[in-house]
């Protein structure tokens, strides 16, 4: 399962030059405490079985952010990605014979002098069924291959692609190329039975193009509060860009993945939630295809009642908890903003999507969930 840590500043040294604030600054490169250069890395294929718990990868892939700024309000999944400030990082851990781990710094690649190559900003990824390459989400600079000089930029606005990382070789693939929208969630759900390319699903900023029928007045779907562009779930091809529009609720739509329900598909992700009083983020659900969207935890599924925002989905897919869904918790903080993704760790299984469930609470700390 991917996994993200919110700051850096735990794992470089102290000796690293600062930035406003104080925080060490990750562009002045001196080699992360206990991490190692990725060009030693050598990963692994996926295989049907890990320490007999049921685990199809032994390695533990995770986004290091420098700084968390704009990312953490719900209502703006491309906030907080543009050129200025902090670089992201891509890490891996590996669990050693010993019991102990290293871990490897996968991308962006190291110069000569422990520098980043690439300047990027990472939002999100999913490993590839193969484990050995990546499908990532990132704001970064964009050239066409015979632009050996780098002179024209792509992607000036720094929205958010879809690219997939080949591990071993560190080689970056685009696989979106219109850079006026952005895609964000890659999240890997199988291989077109007809062409055999990997599908993910992702979430997309919508035009008029996109809803004709009833969205004629502005070239972007924008948020009802702070007019910010809006996303809906889609299917990507991977291998020809293709993209088809699942999510028809027009709406904020995030974080979309597949679950097992009782040995159905289906896409659960973050939408937003109106019901007499109720305004917040919960969690939703819908068939691979689109069809049967409606409530999977929220005011019409869960034993408890708060206004609380659910966001962040994770089924968990082995041990004792198996089929569980993990997601966090958060709190709204006044009337203009503050849809924060900062807060409570829980779970909750959901035997029959007609009947509510309790939450079971992992932590309550004020703590980022992806």
Known sequence: MPLLLGLLSGCISTTNETVEGGTADVTKCEPLEGVLDGADFIPKS???EHEADGRRHPDIYYIAWAQLDARI???MPEAGYSDEGFEDKLLVSRKQEDGSYKTWQIYPSLDNECKDVDKVRIQSFDVAPDGKSLYIAMSKPVYDENDTLKENDLNPDRNLGIFKLDIASKKITPITHDYSHGYSYPTYIGNDEDTDHEMLLI???????????NYKSEALLRDEYDRHP??????LDTVTGAVTRIGFNNSHQTEPVVIDDHGLPLVVFNQWEHQATVNRFSL???QIDGSDEFMYFGEEASISDTQDNLYSPRPIRSGKYKDY???????RVGNAAGFISEGSILMTYRENLDLRSKKIFLSKDLIRVV
């Open 284 to 286: 939703w659900k819908m």
């Open 73 to 75: 309000d719900l209502r």
């Open 203 to 213: 979430a997309k900023t919508v035009t008029r193009k996109d809803i004709p029928m």
């Open 325 to 331: 869904v993990i997601m966090g918790q958060a709190g």
């Open 230 to 235: 809006a996303t809906l779930i889609h299917k």
């Open 46 to 48: 996926a295989v049907e």
